[in-house]
């Protein structure tokens, strides 16, 4: 229990980690470059609304979230299951009535794919929830707009509903994401809901960083490379440790693994003040559909107080090379033309670079034994498994148990 055990990222998966040796009885040590946990969960207050760093969600069905969240405390606000499609100057919505049963009318009748597209949409939803996560990982992996094509779905519900639904998700614009997590998320949706913390997403990492009771967080500590038994901080200061979890992208500081640099996805996430006559009537995601010249993929509002004005946010996914002055401009313009929205005030836009790793085969999960590197160094991070907040949680699980097999002789 007195092992000197060494976490570099105070991400999700970084929490994780220390949660679990923590359980263990240890008393590990994080260092985090940043000034606070959460790496890429984070949140920022402006003009007084929740301002979260790219817009994300929890799906309140993935097992690590259910394992490690209080939902409750997170006071998590639930989009409604379905979405409005902006096509053409029209706002259709296609939703799940089995949830919400005013949708029954709007999702049947719109115009967002046929007939039996719809019906196709809740059997795919049955047939994924008898499916189960491990099946899903060991099936075939073919792209997501296959996957969907094999299904029997029309050109149509591909393109207005699953293009830019899955977009949003993949931070990509093809749907050539493995068919494997397409199924993956898609059951999450059809078991829980879409939620994030009514104070912002922020809210997980804070929720985790307070269950820990044993681990010192060293924060502005940038490591700058690993060897086996020794972390070489950014002043050169040399820390001698016994395991070291490195919970965030591992080729940046370890130097064995440098030509294995991952490619990232990227998005941007603009903010405006609108007056509260443009909220939608649901809490609802709503998607740009059949414009391919468009930059935006998504809107929503996200929770703020009640008030005359309210909060937007609207999500870019497309690559362009616009200048800030010109791609608020855009935005606002296609706001307008698309969604029939003025805004008041731009309040902040993020470019997120690194958003989620650009993983060709995807898994759910590894024998704790694959985490390890070497003798003392260990790998979390949802680069290890697949983007999402359920694989950094699961990650961080993982090298925990790793270190305590190892220290222990004990299986669990
Ligand atoms: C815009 C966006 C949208 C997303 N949407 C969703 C979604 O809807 N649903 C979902 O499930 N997931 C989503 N994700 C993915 C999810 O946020 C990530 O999978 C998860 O946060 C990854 O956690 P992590 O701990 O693996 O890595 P990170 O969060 O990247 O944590 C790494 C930590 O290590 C620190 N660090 C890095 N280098 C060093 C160093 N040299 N020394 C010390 N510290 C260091 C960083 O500061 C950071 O705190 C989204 C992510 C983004 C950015």
Redesign the pocket.
Known sequence: MDKNIVI????????IAALQLEAYGYKPTI????TR?????QSDTVNGYVLD???????SA?PMAQKYLDYEKLSLKSFVSGSYIFKDGKRLCIGDPLRDVSLLGTTLFSSVGSFSDKIKVFKLKRMLHKKSIDAIFEAESITTLQYLQRFGFSNAIINDFFKPFFTG?F?ETELSTSSRMFEFIFKMFGEGN?VIPQKGIQEIPNQLLNQLKNSEIKYK????SVRDNTIILEDNTEVTLDYCIV???AS??ISNLSSTTLTWKS?Q?LYFEVDASMVFPKYMIGLLAGNENSLINSISFPYSEANANRLLSVSVVKQHNLDETALLAQIKQELNTHFNITTLKHLKTYH?K???PAIENVCYSVFPSETQLTNSIYL????LLN??????ML??ELAAKAIHQKISGYME
């Open positions: 570099i990222g105070a991400g999700v998966s970084g929490l260092y985090e470059a940043d946990v959460g790496g890429r969960v760093r790219g817009f994300q969600v929890l799906l993935y998700i931070l879409a500590h940038k490591v700058k919970a965030t992208e940046n500081i998005t996430t997120i690194n958003a989620l979390a991070g949802d680069t983007g999402s907040l359920n694989a950094a990650s961080g």
